[in-house]
């Protein structure tokens, strides 16, 4: 008997050409479907991620503080990115064993926690003297040419008796690094001026107004500067915060750490005759000429003095303790030096507990 096999496959249908089109267009739209899909996926995710960091991202700082009898308000902006980068407080912050005496302000900062230690009067309104040379020379860093050859005017010496200078006289040629150095380590008044005549292309009033313009970008909103030294001027006044902001931008240049870390100096300029001349200039800081001595342990990394009769002593300083961990501390408005100095020590020791 002959068997068939039913089983045997048939030939595939040919699809018609309508069906052809069909099936091509369902594939495209798949196709754009599922890219479609993708591409919000992919926006989905950006958002999220954008979303996320901005959660932890640093938000500017909003404090709101009676500062000069005046309340400013909540969303008052003390500086950008201020929460993250730097110490923040309101109002006198107590520690232990830390007290300062009648009208002195003072504040210690823990710059590696953002902390604020302790303050009293940290906002309110102080006279400066010659801690207004962090401010000259920050001005001067963004903008002075340290190898230009300045020549002194008789404006530039023309300053009140007893005022601190390191005897230049008119007609004296000197570059501005050595200018730089009188005025950070001799805190001299006249290297003060001959920079910010120079740097302010002639007027020592363009200079000061570059100085309140770099303020306000620092958010420093308690200061307001006439002068690029610091001699009094009842409408030239900072607070102890403003001058944390100023020290703490400062110490981000070499130059600035490694002049002022300097017990002295030598500067060189040619004299209006034409004869070269030298000056040695001590340090104004008693810590770095060893009239006074800090806390075991803590180490000068740079800073600033300052002695007027209506600013009283003061001094701001960058230190580390044992543990390399930076600090700024300040006291202002002090009695005299000694007690000056022995308000400071009383903050540097208290770094090693905090």
């Not at 068997?3 to 249908?13: A, L, Q």
């Not at 993708?38 to 700082?61: C, D, E």
């Not at 200039?281 to 600033?304: F, M, N, R, W």
Request: a negative charge.
């Amino acid at each position: 008997m002959k068997c068939t096999n039913n089983t045997n496959p048939t030939k595939k249908k040919k699809l018609s050409k309508k069906e052809l089109h069909r099936k091509k267009i369902r594939k495209t739209l798949f196709l754009s479907i599922f890219l479609i899909i993708l591409f919000l996926s992919g926006i989905l995710g950006l958002v999220l991620l954008k979303n996320h960091k901005t959660a932890y991202m640093p938000t500017p700082f909003r404090l709101s503080v009676e500062v000069f009898g005046q309340t400013t308000g909540e969303n008052t902006l003390v500086a950008e990115g201020l929460a993250a980068d730097l110490c923040v407080g309101a109002g006198d912050t107590p520690m232990d064993g830390i007290e300062a005496q009648g009208d002195e302000r003072a504040a210690l900062f823990d710059i590696q926690n953002k902390k604020l230690l302790f303050s009293k009067s940290l906002y309110e309104k102080s006279y400066p003297a010659s801690i207004t040379k962090i401010m000259t020379a920050l001005v001067a860093m963004e903008h002075a040419d340290m190898e230009q050859t300045v020549t002194i005017a008789a404006e530039d010496v023309t300053l009140e008796a007893d005022s601190q200078v390191c005897g230049l006289a008119a007609g004296d040629q000197i570059t501005m690094d050595q200018l730089f150095h009188a005025l950070l380590v001799y805190s001299a008044n006249d290297a003060a001026m001959a920079i910010a005549r120079t740097v302010g292309g002639g007027s020592v009033d363009t200079f000061v107004q570059m100085m309140n313009e770099e303020a306000q970008r620092l958010g420093m909103t308690g200061s307001h500067f006439v002068n690029p030294h610091g001699l009094h001027n009842e409408d030239h006044y900072t607070t102890v915060y403003d001058i944390y902001l100023m020290l703490n931008e400062a110490m981000k240049h070499q130059e600035f750490t490694d002049i002022t870390q300097l017990s002295n100096c030598v500067i060189t300029y040619v004299s209006s005759d034409g004869t070269e001349r030298q000056k040695w200039l001590d340090a104004t800081d008693q810590y770095l000429t060893g009239e006074s001595s800090p806390p075991k342990g803590v180490t000068i990394l740079g800073g600033k003095t300052g002695t007027t009769a209506k600013a009283g002593a003061c001094l701001a300083l960058m230190v580390q303790n044992n543990y390399g961990e930076p600090f700024v501390s300040i006291v202002l408005n002090a009695e005299n030096k000694p007690i000056l100095y022995e308000r400071m020590n009383q903050l540097l020791e208290s770094m090693n507990r905090s």
